[in-house]
């Protein structure tokens, strides 16, 4: 398939001014004759609906949690990117440009993530008219501090508890337009597929997560902003109820795939403790601005932290990345904090551990000080841990946490479907293989709040609508789709329960697919995940009925998603002969054992088309084109 990202020709500095004036416009009166739906109600889904809204469409939003609060946006802690340059450190519009880039290793497009740079801006002044608590310096201003990637303090937070605020903003916002009856929300209500009519999305199949009811809801266009897919590692930061269905469905209906190997693990995550965990802790990236990570130098040292001294200690960050120091990207740190303990200096019982120790900075700044800053994470820590951050150093490994992969958008951030738009982490397009930490909320924000509804109305203006009815063909195909799917899942009458299943494609994942990859490790998780699929559908035993609220359904209709979603991600991992950002072939490093890109055959999105039940998903590849970052053997030394 020809992949059109529509970017457009004009100098990036005025692309998406200049895009924005050429797409067409719908009268505001005309408004209130389209439909829209939007499925999830996170940062990009809120942001999205009550936008929509507020123009004067009729909008239905979807999620699956009994409140839009509950939006897994909730959970981000350190902050949020813009280019303010408040603190005069030589911040600017293309130096934020330049490094999102750079920190995702030169996989993704530039022209949408200049756009983003220059949105980020526009974001925060939208957030704090809406009242979001930015923490302030001493004067009023609006403080900023540093995060991964950068060499600028030019992150926006509050507390250790940003996505929470955020999301509170653009949740006021949302219930502002349900209220006036712009928008319409369904909550406890799952998308389970995508109507597509004359090669249009025109629809989304729901089942009711009360009482099962399998309904249709039509309109004229589709907004997918319903996150990653990190939980196919089975143990990561997501929370448990984060799936891969939505999109995963959209895919199977025609929507291309983009880059789903290029999944992102956070450095900075409490460590795993036993068999028994369904879920790991982030522990926020603003915590390296002022802890500090090392471990003993002596290999099998299981004295307790305050006994080793400082001449014992290797604070192997800054002693490998002087220029940037703790505050590298996610992928650099998360490598070389298992390549420690690969080493055999890791920490804890199990030895999968590194220390983020807070007594330099308590020394500076007193314990009050590094309170203010992160004391939310701090008490968390506690409560989950027993142990008191204050006194004894944090333990920390890496974890699944982000995935920069997702469905194929072009500028408009529209799919491969006419008419399905696709926000936030849910698409492919702004992190390439690696996301600099803080950005997540800047993208979703951005999409939700500054382009869609610029986009969606060019669409809109620019095609003609049929009139579609429940009784079309196509409906009750996807309405049939989705019974078919529950009755062989009730039906399975097996003997192991979803988790069971759930916890053994982790392991499959994470040991072959996780932060280091290699052909024989790909092969074989290759081999493994088709027989646990199959073994799946034939011994999974999913208690209860459709016609009540049932758990284990829903997370059984989520697994068989994952089971397909991780074979596609490890085909695509071992057809990139390369190493870049998060995806890490353990084939292809340097000397110094960075990852080793081959842009030569290797510069592109490799976006992944279903071809049928059974078939061979086909590769199509979106050339990238650098004409204004010139890639490069990333450096933070």
């Not at 266009?221 to 930061?237: D, E, M, R």
């Not at 009784?471 to 009755?487: F, L, Q, S």
């Not at 991780?566 to 057809?575: G, Q, R, T, V, Y």
Request: proline content about 4%.
């Amino acid at each position: 398939m020809e992949l059109k990202s529509g970017v457009p020709s004009n100098p990036i500095e005025t692309s998406w001014d200049r895009h924005k004036f050429n797409l067409k416009l719908v009268n505001p009166a005309n408004k209130r004759k389209y439909s829209l739906i939007v499925v999830g109600s996170g940062l990009a889904g809120a942001s999205a609906a009550a936008s929509l809204g507020e123009l004067g469409y009729n909008v239905q939003c979807f999620c699956y949690q009994d409140s839009p609060r509950r939006a897994h946006s909730i959970a981000a802690q350190g902050g949020i990117n813009a280019s303010k340059n408040y603190q005069n450190d030589g911040d600017s519009v293309y130096r934020l440009f330049y490094d999102t880039v750079k920190g995702g290793d030169f996989r993704a497009r530039e022209a949408n993530v200049y756009r983003l740079a220059e949105l980020s801006m526009n974001i925060i002044d939208q957030c704090v008219a809406q009242g979001v608590p930015f923490a302030r310096e001493y004067g009023g201003l609006l403080a900023n501090r540093s995060f991964g990637g950068a060499q600028v303090s030019r992150t926006f937070y509050a507390r250790g508890q940003t996505g929470q605020q955020l999301l509170l903003g653009a949740y006021q916002a949302l219930e502002r337009q349900i209220g006036l009856g712009t928008v319409k929300m369904f909550t406890r209500t799952e998308m389970l597929d995508l109507i597509v009519i004359n090669g249009k999305a025109r629809g989304i199949v729901t089942r009711d997560m009360y009482d099962g009811k399998i309904q249709s809801f039509l309109a004229d266009a589709v907004v997918l902003a319903t996150g990653g897919y990190g939980n196919v590692f089975y143990l990561s930061t997501n929370a448990k109820g984060c799936n891969t269905t939505a999109i995963w469905r959209a895919y199977k209906r025609g929507a291309l795939f983009a880059n789903p190997c290029f999944t992102q693990i956070h450095p900075t995550c409490i460590p795993v403790s036993g068999e028994y965990q369904s879920k790991l802790t982030l522990m926020s990236e603003s915590l390296r601005n002022d802890g500090r990570i090392w471990v003993p130098k002596k290999a099998g040292d299981k004295r307790p932290p305050g006994q080793i001294p400082e001449g014992e200690r290797d604070y192997y960050l800054e002693r490998r990345y002087p220029a940037f120091g703790n505050l590298v990207p996610r992928d650099i740190a998360s490598r070389a904090s298992k390549a420690e303990c690969d080493a055999g200096r890791g920490v804890g019982e199990t030895g999968l551990g590194v220390y983020l120790d807070f007594a330099d900075a308590i020394q500076r700044l007193g314990r009050n000080g590094v309170a203010e800053r992160y004391g939310n994470l701090c008490d968390m820590y506690e409560r989950i841990t027993g142990e008191n951050p204050y006194q004894v150093p944090m333990r920390i490994f890496p974890a699944s946490h982000y995935t920069m992969g997702g469905l194929w958008v072009d500028y408009n951030l529209m799919s491969t479907i006419p008419g399905l738009y696709v926000l936030g982490e849910a698409n492919f397009s702004d992190h390439g293989a690696n996301r600099l930490g803080a950005s997540a909320l800047m993208q979703g924000l951005a999409d939700g709040y500054f382009i869609i509804p610029y986009t969606v109305g060019g669409y809109l203006a620019g095609t003609s609508f049929e009139k579609v009815s429940a009784d079309a063909a196509e409906v009750k195909e996807a309405e049939a789709n989705v019974a078919g799917i529950t009755r062989r899942l009730l039906g399975a009458k097996g003997k192991r329960t979803v988790d069971s299943f759930h916890r053994e494609l982790g392991k499959i994942m994470w040991e072959n697919c996780g932060m280091g990859r290699n052909e024989k490790g790909l092969q074989e998780a290759l081999r493994l995940i088709p027989s646990l699929r199959e073994e799946f559908r034939k011994n999974v035993r999913v208690p209860g009925e459709n016609e009540e609220f049932n758990q284990s359904l829903e997370k059984a209709g989520r697994l068989a998603d994952f089971l397909e979603l991780a074979e596609l991600m490890c085909l695509d991992a071992l057809e990139r002969n390369e190493s870049c950002g998060g995806h890490f072939r353990e084939e292809y490093q340097t000397r110094e054992g960075e990852a080793l890109r081959d842009d030569e055959h290797y510069t592109y999105v490799a976006a992944w088309e279903f071809t049928g039940e059974g078939g061979a998903p086909a590769l199509s590849k979106e050339p990238l084109v650098f004409d204004y970052v010139k890639p490069a053997q990333r450096s933070y030394k």
